[in-house]
């Protein structure tokens, strides 16, 4: 790797993976691997077990990529290999939590399961994105367990899920220091399962999940499949949910539109109280950009933080990313934050691409011009496979390049319903794995959008 020393990058790779995902998942499982040798653009990354090596595959990969590439300036293929190496020759793969003490044994004062403190309600800034979600989370520290349970938020990535959910731990905790706590990711809850079960353990295992006075489950989605987590999870959710303990979970979508998650699930997640927290809107993100200046003391003007705001729009992560670049970029050039760089520090890594500016309506107007059909046709019930064909290829690309949610598509489509839009969508995919033509035509529609 010319330029590079290895070991150095690779620290450089996981401090910057540190930021975007989970302590455990750092702890468990990034901050195990060794980096081993490059041959071209393959690295090669060595992992302690088949397990680990199979989660960096399935859950890992296109991250480490992405985050290489912005790095090098180069496209990196990845093989890991399992090799126990005597520094970092971990314990077995029993999760994080297992780590500490044994599993449920000391749960209690002072036992806090997963939780950062660095996630706080003083420190969540509120705006119209989030207050429900915010209100739903303080009524909770009120009164435990009782009106809000369980609490299911969702968002898209980098919303303020985990931050909103474990503020509501660490407030718990703070207000009652005798509440026990729990908070892991669906994965962790899936990883110390398995482990339980090899270990025999997994009478420990339910002692810590079904003793607890509050659960906080993140990233719920990645339970989709998973039959016998599911099982488990529904009897540790229902012990829980009897006792009236609180639960609290998150997800990137609502119960109903997680693929292959039991009805039974799906159905007790949407008992109690559930919330979306939307993409801030600019007072908010110009707030959320003053308050991380503030916290970090970094020494930035307002009209630099409004100028980032205009610009940064899709999620809370990339704006605080996009803060801390600029003040990286005057650190390492010994110069003040002014209007220039962050003008340079943003368009070169926060251009506005044409996806994100690709409006609904020219999507819609984009496809009945390529098939020759009308708007009405498509937002009406008409049946017919030239109208009904379209009519799911609207749904896809809206997905696709404009991420509208699924609810909004079911709306701009004549009010259908969201689970239509799915079927719909899938529908295409379908079709375009299957017909090479059919592909060709959703590449000529891209371009006529300006899209690749
Ligand atoms: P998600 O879990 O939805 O992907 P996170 O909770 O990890 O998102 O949030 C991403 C980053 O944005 C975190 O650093 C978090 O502290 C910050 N953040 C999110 N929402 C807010 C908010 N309302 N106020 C302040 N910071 C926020
Ligand atoms: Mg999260």
């Not at 300036?73 to 044994?102: D, I, N, Y």
């Not at 003053?290 to 992560?317: E, M, Y």
Request: proline share 5%; net charge positive.
């Amino acid at each position: 790797m010319p330029g590079h020393n290895l070991p150095v990058l690779w620290k450089t790779v996981l401090a910057d993976l540190q930021i975007d995902v989970s302590e455990t998942v750092f702890k468990s499982l990034l901050n195990l691997t060794t980096p081993l040798k490059t041959e071209g653009h393959l690295l090669e990354i060595a992992c302690p077990t088949p397990f680990n090596k199979e989660r960096l595959e399935e859950r890992y990969y296109g991250q480490i990529q992405r985050v290489l590439e912005k790095i090098t300036g180069e496209r990196w293929e990845l093989v890991f290999v399992v090799q126990h190496l005597p520094k970092t020759s971990p314990p077995p793969p029993l999760g994080p939590l297992f780590e500490k003490k044994g599993v449920g044994e000391n749960l209690g004062k002072n036992q806090v399961l997963g939780l950062s403190p660095r996630y706080t309600l003083e420190n969540f800034v509120v705006g119209s994105s989030n207050n429900l979600a915010y209100a739903v989370a303080q009524g909770i520290i009120k009164d435990p367990g009782k009106i809000h349970n369980p609490f299911f938020v969702y968002a898209d990535v980098g919303l303020g899920k985990t931050h909103l959910i474990q503020a509501i731990g660490n407030a718990l905790l703070k207000e009652r220091p005798q509440t026990k706590v729990v908070y892991c990711t669906s994965e962790d809850f899936t990883n110390e399962l398995i482990a339980a079960v090899q270990t025999k353990k997994t009478a420990l295992f339910k002692n810590k999940f079904r003793t607890t006075d509050i659960l906080i489950v993140d990233d719920i989605q990645f339970f989709a499949g998973k039959d016998s987590i599911q099982e488990e999870f529904f009897h540790t959710f229902n012990a829980l949910y009897h006792e009236q303990k609180q639960l609290v979970l998150s997800s990137d979508r609502p119960p109903q539109e997680i693929p292959k998650l039991e009805a039974r699930l799906s159905s007790r997640f949407s008992c109690g109280m559930m919330a979306d927290i939307q993409p801030p809107d600019y007072s908010t993100r110009v707030a959320i950009l003053r308050s991380k200046r503030d916290h970090f003391h970094f020494d930035v003007p307002d009209d630099i933080l409004d100028r980032v705001a205009q610009q940064v729009t899709r999620n809370i992560r990339e704006l605080e990313g996009a803060l801390k670049q600029i003040v990286a970029v005057a650190l390492s050039e010994n110069r003040t934050v002014d209007q220039e760089l962050a003008e340079a520090v943003l368009n070169k890594n926060y251009a506005i691409t044409a996806e994100r500016r690709i409006a609904p309506e020219k999507i819609l107007e984009a496809v009945c011009t390529y098939y020759n059909v009308r708007h009405q046709d498509l937002l009406g019930a008409n049946r017919r496979r030239e109208i009904v064909e379209p009519r799911h290829l609207v749904m896809y690309l809206l997905r696709q390049l404009t991420k509208t949610p699924l609810v909004q598509v079911g709306r701009l489509l004549g009010g259908r319903d969201h689970t239509t839009i799915l079927h719909g969508v899938e529908k295409i995919e379908s079709i375009l794995r299957q017909n090479g033509k059919f592909r060709q035509d959703v590449i000529n529609i891209k371009q006529s959008l300006g899209v690749k």
